[in-house]
């Protein structure tokens, strides 16, 4: 069975600050996405990467692949109010089966 | 027209209740998908129709039933559900199915079961 493990599963943090979330698995992805989801709202995508080693910029957040397409990051910068939300990563392996982390709850508070 | 719109956006129903959900894309994409979300569980797929055949469903109660009328149309009938089955049920959509994984997703339909 394919897992993705996404960690941390909740983050409260204050304005300004910076983070950082994880997806790792065992298991190579052709592609990886990152959703946000807001509060009574679906999961918006936020970017695609799937090269090995790529990064992706997205204003304060940037996105990483691993090397070995087994992994990813988000960082955020400065965290603003408006990041709050739930991020999702969610893999997609070589036979286009979709593979869902659990998400991260990010709290950032003014 | 906003790319994929759900109603109702909430629902309460009793156990033996029927009714529907329905979703409806506007993208010209040929895949649709229901999910289930339920707090503190990974995002469940439920069913996947493409080109309006049916190709995946996860293990499913009866209760639960999909129809998939035409590329832009997707329901999900329910009926005698449990209080267990109270979630955030969101619609999506891609272009095609199994192909670069990005989907587009409604709002959801907030279901509490009574």
């Known amino acids: 069975t394919q897992l993705l493990e996404q960690s941390p599963q909740f983050l409260s943090i204050q304005e300004g600050e910076n983070l950082t979330v994880y997806c790792n698995s065992s298991?190579?992805?052709?592609?990886l996405q990152w959703y946000r989801q807001e509060p009574g709202e679906g999961p918006v995508l936020l970017v695609t990467?799937?090269?090995?080693?790529e990064v992706k910029k997205l204003k304060r957040l940037t996105f990483q692949f691993g090397d070995a397409r087994k992994d990813s990051s988000l960082h955020i910068t400065a965290a603003q109010p408006g990041d709050t939300g739930l991020y999702l990563c969610?893999?997609?392996?070589?036979?286009?089966?979709?593979?869902f982390g659990q998400g991260t709850t990010l709290q950032v508070k003014p | 027209e906003t790319g994929v719109t759900q109603t109702p956006r909430h629902l309460v129903m009793g156990m033996t209740n029927k009714k529907s959900l329905k979703c409806e894309q506007h993208?010209?994409?040929?895949?649709m998908y229901w999910y289930k979300q339920s707090a503190k569980k990974p995002l469940e797929l439920m069913f996947v129709?493409?080109?309006?055949?049916?190709?995946e469903n996860n293990s499913v109660p009866s209760r639960f039933s999909p129809e998939c009328p035409n590329s832009s149309h997707l329901f999900l009938h329910l009926h005698t559900l449990q209080p267990e089955d109270s979630a955030l049920y969101l619609c999506?959509?891609?272009?095609?199915?199994?192909?670069?994984?990005?989907?587009?997703f409604g709002p959801g339909t907030r279901l509490t079961v009574t």
């Open positions: 298991s190579v992805f052709s592609s």
């Open positions: 969610v893999g997609s392996s070589n036979t286009g089966k979709l593979i």
């Open positions: 129709y493409s080109l309006e055949e049916r190709v």
């Open positions: 993208l010209g994409h040929n895949a």
């Open positions: 999506a959509s891609s272009p095609i199915w199994r192909g670069s994984g990005e989907q587009y």
């Open positions: 990467v799937v090269t090995g080693g």
